[in-house]
């Protein structure tokens, strides 16, 4: 059996018969939880002695940070080119506009 990649041993079938498997933003999104899980320090066993008590610890990147540094503006108008273009192309839009336009301006 020939494996092209990690995704390929979490593929499954519905019930329905549509097969499922790990897309671009499965490990994108497991990224994302990562640096919001680890801690900036470890000072838990087995990275510290057993005398002292564990201490809470920021994460690499808190929610703060997020809300401060990403530009909101930019992204929410990328996703909405992103949803846009998606809905045009599921709902015919596009073709429409493209025969027509080549129809009017071939001229």
Not at 68 to 77: A, I, S
Not at 94 to 100: G, L, V
Request: with cysteine.
């Amino acid at each position: 059996m020939f494996m092209t990649g990690w995704g390929d041993l979490l593929e499954r079938m519905t019930k329905r018969g549509v097969k499922v498997t790990v897309a671009d933003a499965t490990p994108a999104m497991l990224m994302v939880v990562l640096i919001f899980v680890i801690p900036t320090r470890y000072n838990f066993w087995p990275f510290s002695s057993s005398k002292e008590m564990p201490v809470n610890n920021d994460s690499l990147v808190s929610w703060k940070i997020i809300q401060e540094r990403v530009p909101w503006g930019v992204l929410l108008f990328l996703g909405g080119g992103f949803a846009l273009s998606d809905a045009c192309t599921k709902t015919g839009q596009s073709n429409f506009w493209t025969n027509y336009l080549k129809q009017n301006l071939s001229g």
